[in-house]
């Protein structure tokens, strides 16, 4: 339901909301997304992404390249832990 504070070196970062509401934090501040949402981070941009509304949230997360460092900037590396369900789908945990 939520990812820590953090950022990815030399990698760009996306979102694809498909179903549920999150909030999306930057150094901006903190906005609302609903279904159909793309949301892009540049490499090295500060962010978080929480589930919002009471209800799971299923989303769609692609990182090019997906070879750089990630730094937790408010939390540790386990909230961050991704496992895989029914060898099919990725949840964070």
């Given at each position: 339901g939520?990812?820590?504070y953090h950022y990815h070196e030399n990698c760009e970062h996306f979102y694809f909301i498909m179903e549920g509401n999150a909030t999306v934090t930057t150094e901006e501040g903190t906005?609302?997304?609903e279904?159909?949402?793309m949301v892009f981070f540049p490499a090295e941009e500060k962010h978080r992404l929480?589930?919002?509304g009471g209800k799971p949230l299923f989303?769609?997360?692609f990182q090019?390249?997906?070879e750089g460092v990630t730094h937790?900037?408010?939390g540790t590396k386990e909230d961050l832990v991704w496992n895989r369900v029914d060898g099919k789908v990725?949840?964070?945990t």
């Open positions: 939520k990812s820590p906005r609302d997304v279904p159909g949402a929480r589930a919002a989303y769609f997360e090019a390249p997906n937790i900037l408010d990725w949840v964070q």
